[in-house]
């Protein structure tokens, strides 16, 4: 029977040979292999190689894709790390070139296989514009993102995308003389979360809520004003109590804006918005604004047959009968009045209730 002293000295024969073996092994280009970082400075690593006869060199370039830094900020002296062996030692250099780039570059792959196979999304980072679309890298694997599939809607200027993260599907993956081509998209991700925001919002939208909201288009009848994630429809009559020609003439495309909910059809999914719904009327206290027999400048705006209106103010036209228009006898109001001049007219009468004003012109004629 075996004392303790040889059992001891025997486990320790079988460590020393085992050691041995493994420095025997010969390090091959593409092995991962595992060291001590024993010497550090701001642009390189020297690692104590495990089974290696010589020490290993990690520059920046190839530690991090990210190589504009600081190496100490990326790694720390007596760390131990993983890196792949692209470089055996030379006559001129001793050492075993490393790179953790190419062996994370291998765990991109995998991960971007993964995803693509299981519909999963990945966060990228954006290196650079290109034409047609942007470059962004995953664990070192280039990734291009094609313009069309940056945004919902079109993208003129693709330079804003950079040192972005953003989310994207892998839509196409393929490996050619030896290189790993990926493609992918951010539309699926960016529609996902629109759908989850319109129904969120759907869920909380109330006839009479006051919104902001920013004009995403407009069209001869009105404007498209996106709120929480959908768009609702501020139809021209609902932009001001004033006259407005066409939604051009006071908006324009990316204006930020309150608006109030006036209906919404949660069936149909259509939403109508109001901003002079926040706006005060124009009407209300108009007695006392323009209290009878004060004389005041209005425009001249249109004619009828019977008589001209005149605008107060935005919103309050008042008429000025064609009786009251001149001590002449006056067939038409285009005979005394143009559209678009600025004249003095008397405040015959005012009703907040009817909305009506009546003017004169000639109580004020000398």
């Known amino acids: 029977m075996m004392d303790n002293q040889n059992i001891e000295n025997n486990e320790n024969e079988m460590s020393m040979q085992d050691l041995m073996d493994l420095y025997d092994k010969p390090v091959r280009i593409g092995q991962i292999i595992k060291g001590k970082i024993i ?83 990945v966060k990228v980072k954006v290196k650079d514009a290109v034409k047609g679309g942007v470059v962004a890298t995953y664990l070192g694997q280039r990734v291009f993102i094609p313009a069309s599939h940056l945004e919902l809607h079109s993208v003129n200027d693709l330079s804003v995308y950079k040192d972005q993260d953003l989310d994207v599907n892998v839509i196409e993956i393929e490996e050619k003389r030896g290189t790993t081509r990926v493609v992918a998209s951010r539309r699926k991700k ?34 498209f004003v996106n709120v929480n994630g959908v768009d609702g429809l501020l139809h ?30 949660n069936e149909k999914k259509r939403l109508s918005l109001s901003l002079k719904a926040l706006q005060e009327n124009p ?52 005979e005394v009045l143009t559209i678009g001049e600025t004249i003095k007219v008397k405040i015959l009468d005012s009703s907040e209730e009817n909305k009506k004003v009546s003017l004169s012109i000639k109580a004020i004629e000398s």
């Open 39 to 121: 010497q550090l400075d701001d642009k390189e690593a020297i690692v104590a190689l495990v089974g290696a006869s010589h020490d290993g060199k990690l520059v920046i370039e190839e530690a991090t894709v990210d190589s504009e830094g600081n190496l100490t900020e990326v790694l720390e002296l007596g760390q131990e790390i993983e890196a792949k062996v692209i470089r055996r030692p030379q006559e001129n250099d001793s050492f075993f070139i490393l790179s953790m780039v190419e062996m994370h570059r291998e765990e991109a792959i995998r991960d971007l296989r993964a995803a693509h196979e299981n519909n999963e999304t």
């Open 190 to 223: 960016l529609q996902e979360d629109r759908i989850a925001q319109e129904a969120s919002a759907w869920e909380n939208f109330e006839v009479g809520q006051v919104l902001e909201g920013h004009v995403e288009r407009l069209t001869d009848f009105g404007a």
């Open 236 to 265: 021209v009559s609902e932009i001001s109590y004033g006259k407005v020609g066409k939604p051009s003439d006071v908006l324009k495309v990316g204006d930020e804006l309150k608006v109030k909910i006036i209906a919404l059809d």
């Open 283 to 334: 009407w209300t206290r108009i007695e006392e604004k323009y209290p009878e027999g004060s004389v005041v400048l209005g425009k001249v705006v249109r004619f009828t047959d019977f008589g001209a209106f005149i605008e107060l103010e935005p919103g309050v036209d008042g008429l000025a009968h064609i009786s009251q228009l001149s001590h002449q006898r006056v067939e038409s109001p285009s």
